[in-house]
Nanobody, 120 residues
Framework: VQLQASGGGLVQAGGSLRLSCAAS????????MGWYRQAPGKQRELVAA???????NYADSVKGRFTISRDNAKNTVYLQMNSLKFEDTAVYYC???????????????WGQGTLVTVSS
């Protein structure tokens, strides 16, 4: 299973970016999908997560600014980021909890990370 993230880049404060992450490979089903981020010198933290049926969870710092969504037919998760702040600067990683066949247990897979830089 591979997760390919895209959409990062440089944006001014107040701007917007949309991240995408597509899962491919031997996939039987995907449970939760999510986005995490890690800023320099800090631990990786959850940004947003979404269940297969669309229930969402957000970090307090991004509520009202970021929106997570997914397309189950495409095995893809998105993160729409609006009103970006300098403190949103980080490497963003996508995550998916995947079962590779009907008898396997779900396990975590990670994308390679995409850098988001917000200039103040």
């Amino acid at each position: 299973v591979q997760l390919q993230a895209s959409g990062g880049g440089l944006v001014q404060a107040g701007g917007s970016l949309r991240l995408s992450c597509a899962a491919s490979g031997s996939i039987f089903s995907i449970n939760d999908m999510g986005w995490y981020r890690q800023a320099p010198g800090k631990q990786r933290e959850l940004v947003a997560a979404i269940t297969r049926v669309g229930s969402t969870n957000y970090a307090d710092s991004v509520k009202g600014r970021f929106t997570i969504s997914r397309d189950n037919a495409k095995n893809t998760v998105y993160l729409q980021m609006n009103s970006l702040k300098f403190e949103d600067t980080a490497v963003y990683y996508c995550n998916a909890v995947v079962r590779v066949n009907i008898i396997s247990s779900p396990r975590d897979y990670w994308g390679q990370g995409t850098l988001v830089t917000v200039s103040s």
